[in-house]
């Protein structure tokens, strides 16, 4: 089968290897139906050093179940299903608590350790019984892109959302114009935030942000965004931040221009040391939480939502390619021309 292998930053290739087979009795391998590029896997594309044999990339999918070890019950051959990007057994003490990211038997696709990665023909998807997320429609429905938001950036959004503590009422402010933080400010809008300042600078994506929700755009970066969201805000600044990057730029910026008693999700994978301002934080009670999204916890709250048409986060996918094509993909998204690019092998 073909699959996506990064051997370097700027290498990417589309390249033959073995094909998925069931390992453990609790496998499945699903054929995937669609995939994309994460804003995460521009990080490795950028500075990757190389790798022997190289990295397999990719890790939101929906597919189709093709094949079930011997010990799994709920997931069946012919099911249509959301793959989440980590593995859970969605009954450890951390997945009970709604944490599958913490999962004790869990861990991520796409990163090496015997698992494949997404962008590719089929995979092996691990502890499938409690990993995948079986939903009832066609193969090739229309609302196929917004689901696939729910494998990753939606519920990462959400996650951002959920812990800067939201709640309706409250002025938030958005970190990053990417797909995850275009998703945040749906969940934001979502869990009835009254304002929503997006923080970005690029047209088409702030044209997108307003129409997802965002009442205001701070454009600046810098001292100056910080300037300017607490002249929006009286010179309080936000109840919320939902931090979206990973940047050390954007995790200064949340720090400063969340307000007293206010909280900072951060969902942006970190590129950073330390959090800044420890002590300035401590002295107005700022809480700073977050980190990989459970979006499996997440998928039955949501769906409804984007089966219902109250939201629309497949609108965040702006390019599609074959399998043939990630390469491009991923040129594409590095230099900004892309949003996020939608793959269907």
């Known amino acids: 089968m073909r699959a996506t292998i990064m051997h370097k930053a700027g290498d990417v290739r589309i390249e033959n290897v073995p094909d998925a087979a069931i390992q453990q009795p609790t496998d499945a391998i699903i054929r995937i139906t669609r995939a994309c590029i994460c804003g995460s896997d521009l990080w490795p594309y950028r500075d990757m050093t190389p790798a022997d044999g190289g990295r397999p990339m990719g890790h ?6 093709v094949e079930v070890g011997r010990d799994v019950e709920r997931i069946k051959p012919g099911q249509v299903v959301i793959m989440p990007f980590a593995f859970s057994d969605n009954s450890c003490l951390f997945c009970d608590e709604g944490l599958h990211t913490a999962c004790v038997h869990g861990g991520f696709f796409g990163i090496g350790g015997g698992i494949g990665g997404a962008q590719a023909e089929a995979l092996r998807i691990p502890l499938a019984d409690g990993t995948l997320y079986p939903i ?3 193969e090739d429905d229309a609302l196929m892109p917004g689901l696939l938001t729910l494998s990753d950036v939606l519920g990462t959004g959400h996650h951002a959302a959920v812990k800067a503590k939201v709640r309706p009422g409250s002025t938030v402010a958005v970190v990053g114009d990417g797909a995850v933080g275009l ?13 929503i300042i997006m923080m970005g600078r690029h047209d088409a994506r702030i044209a997108l942000a307003r129409e997802f929700g965002a009442t205001d755009i701070v454009s600046d970066r810098g001292a100056e965004a910080i300037e300017r969201v607490r002249e929006l805000t009286g ?6 931040v939902l931090e979206c990057v990973g940047s050390e730029d954007a995790i200064s910026t949340s720090m400063g221009i969340v307000r007293a008693g206010g909280a900072v999700g951060r969902v942006g994978v970190p590129h950073y040391s330390a959090v800044p301002e420890a002590q300035p934080m401590f002295y107005r009670n700022v809480a700073v939480a977050g980190g990989p999204a459970p979006v499996r916890a997440y998928i039955a709250d949501l769906l409804p939502d984007i089966v219902e048409g109250r939201i629309e986060p497949g609108r965040v996918f702006d390019r599609t390619v074959d399998l043939s094509g990630v ?3 991923y040129r594409a998204m590095d230099a900004r021309t892309a949003l996020k690019v939608l793959v269907r092998p």
């Not at 939101?60 to 179940?65: D, K, Y």
């Open 327 to 329: 390469p491009d993909g």
């Open 60 to 65: 939101e999918a929906i597919g189709v179940v």
């Open 136 to 138: 009832d429609v066609a």
């Open 235 to 240: 010179g309080l600044g936000v109840q919320s």
């Open 183 to 195: 998703c945040a400010v749906i969940a934001a809008r979502r869990l009835g935030a009254e304002r």
